[in-house]
């Protein structure tokens, strides 16, 4: 019997992890979607993955690891797609609506290094491996010395490489790490030293926007604070998305009286960072990432998102 929902995702075994993390919670919030064999995990490989002898900035940015998995939601060959936020464009294709989170996971970077628990012990002149211009940047902010190159693959083949001394430190996020068990393997960076991506630690349900039944059973598992916190983190990266190649970051968490959201902007050769926050109520997150995101931009000038 054909499965009643079908869970469209990347193959790498993090996006399987949590599109597994999606169907138990469907399985355990929704009855109809109980059964083993109720819910189906189609594999989908996407540009991001195809890509692999440049970096993804140089191809386009934002988008790389949705687009075919959101033509196949078009196409009706799968029904729901679970991506990882920090993927995400800014818009989605006409149709589609995102419509439910899991709860987020940490969103702070991992620093791995053999001999190193943080970036200030790294040795002069490390080699450094991120494939990320927001920690390239963040990183020779802090520590102009470094040498950092580009380092692609998923979660294992970096740390494979790291290992096998291709690089001397690398930095993955701790919320990747922690769902495939490897929560160990190096030390937290504070976010005072590496903010984390937009959308970083959180992982979303995609779905046509008239799918009335999907739209309900999704709305069954949506964690309501996750959507608030990166709805302010999309609405600071709405304005500042001028260019795929700006190192951009921003964090919301919640507070005692609200929501607290920081923000930046940086070169990516980190000569320069320009910061921001903003605190309001969790009904105000949209317009605090529109202000906040209008501020870095009038503070950094014209040329500052298009370089």
Do not use: Y
């Amino acid at each position: 019997m054909a499965a009643l929902l079908r869970l469209g995702t990347r193959g790498s075994k993090l996006a399987l992890t949590q599109a597994g993390l999606v169907r138990d919670a469907l399985a355990r919030a929704v009855p109809e979607l109980a059964a083993s064999d109720a819910v189906e995990v189609v594999v989908i490989k996407t540009t991001g993955d195809v890509i692999q002898d440049r970096p993804l900035s140089e191809a386009g940015g934002k988008g790389l690891f949705v687009k075919e998995i959101e033509e196949a939601l078009i196409e009706r060959r799968i029904d729901v797609a679970v991506h990882s936020m920090k993927d995400m464009p800014t818009t989605q294709p006409a149709g589609l609506a995102i419509a439910a989170f899991l709860p987020r996971e940490d969103a702070r970077d991992v620093l791995i290094a053999a001999n190193a628990t943080r970036i200030a012990d790294l040795k002069p002149g490390a080699v450094v491996g991120t494939s990320a211009l927001r920690r390239r940047a963040q990183l020779l902010h802090r520590r102009p010395d470094l040498k950092v190159v580009d380092l692609r693959g998923n979660v294992d083949t970096r740390l494979a490489k790291c290992r096998a001394g291709q690089v001397e430190a690398t930095l993955l996020a701790l919320a990747g790490l922690k769902r495939l068990g490897l929560a160990d393997v190096g030390a937290a960076v504070p976010e005072d030293e590496m903010l984390p991506a937009i959308g970083q630690g959180a992982v979303c349900m995609e779905c046509r926007a008239d799918d009335t039944t999907t739209r309900a059973w999704l709305a069954a598992v949506d964690h309501m604070p996750t959507a608030r916190r990166v709805a302010a983190e999309h609405a600071l990266l709405a304005v500042l998305d001028g260019s795929c190649r700006t190192p951009i970051a921003g964090h919301a968490v919640l507070t005692a009286d609200g929501l607290h959201l920081r923000g930046l902007i940086a070169k990516t050769d980190g000569s320069q960072v320009i910061e921001g926050e903003r605190r309001g109520t969790i009904a105000e997150a949209t317009a605090m990432g529109r202000d906040l995101g209008g501020e870095l931009k009038r503070r950094g000038g014209p040329s500052f998102l298009s370089t």
